[in-house]
């Protein structure tokens, strides 16, 4: 049986890829920060523990249950877990900044780097990156979290180089607008970090971001479902060659394309209509 360990299982697209990866047969290792949430996937009949990605122990001791379940085993690990804080990248405290980081990126790099051992003396693995299109190209009031995929996709870029004569390929997932609970979990880290009252920008705040945090009914344009991911995840794992890339949704297709093709300025113009 081929085993998958998933980090960020809670909800969303975590959720749904190991629901759907266990049904079709993969021994998945679904994680949560929470322990509350793994009791919860466990009651659905997933095996889950927790692995918080802002703990060395937690993701060293997820690790050594992990092939504790599998025999010593691990074929594949996507890396998902993540957050947003949102606000002016000048309302940003370094602190702020420091603290996503340690979830989206330094968590990351800690696990993975824990899993290559096992999969360099096995001869395979695959390690899937859960990017964004906002590793392609920035939009306003999202500094903290394109930072960290800007980031990733770099890092991800170098260890495909590197790893390429060990039989692991290293694989990136760039969605766009999917149907998850980012936007409502980021309002906890933007009330603690974001003095937003005090900003020179506080009309704006109040003439755009806050609405959108506090009052969305309506899905974004082009927004897809976590079975969107959830596809092209099947790929990167089942393939026997999978690509380096797979864009998910109609924004990352043409920010893709319209990044290679206009001048900075004017896809500056058209990014800030966005």
Aim: proline share 6%; with cysteine; aromatic share 8%.
């Amino acid at each position: 049986m081929r085993s998958v360990l998933i980090t960020g299982c809670s909800s969303g697209i975590g959720y749904h890829a190991a629901h759907a990866l266990a049904k079709r047969g993969w021994q998945v290792l679904a994680t949560c920060r929470k322990p509350t949430d793994c009791a919860r996937l466990q009651a659905e009949g997933l095996d889950s523990f927790p692995l918080d990605l802002t703990d060395r122990d937690s993701i060293h001791t997820a690790v050594d249950e992990t092939l504790a379940r599998t025999g010593g085993r691990l074929d594949a690990l996507f890396n998902n877990g993540a957050f947003a804080l949102p606000g002016a990248v000048e309302d940003l405290p370094t602190d702020g900044l420091r603290a996503l980081f340690e979830t989206n990126l330094f968590g990351w790099h800690e696990l993975t780097r824990a899993v290559i051992p096992v999969m360099r003396a096995q001869g395979h693995g695959r390690i899937v990156q859960n990017s964004s299109v906002l590793g392609l190209a920035a939009l306003k009031w999202r500094g903290a979290y394109v930072a960290s995929k800007f980031a990733l996709e770099g890092l991800s870029d170098v260890m495909r180089l590197e790893l390429a004569d060990t039989g692991i390929h290293v694989i990136l997932i760039e969605p766009g607008p999917i149907t998850s609970q980012i936007r409502q979990n980021s309002i906890p880290h933007f009330e603690t970090w974001i003095d937003w009252e005090n900003s020179p920008r506080a009309a704006q705040y109040r003439d755009s971001l806050l609405a959108r945090l506090y009052d969305k009914s309506e899905p974004d344009f082009f927004e897809l479902p976590p079975e969107a991911v959830t596809r092209r995840l099947i790929h990167a794992l089942e393939s026997r060659r999978p690509r380096a890339r797979y864009p998910v949704t109609t924004p990352t297709y043409l920010l893709s394309a319209l990044r290679r093709i206009l001048p900075t300025r004017l896809l500056d113009l058209i990014l800030q209509r966005m």
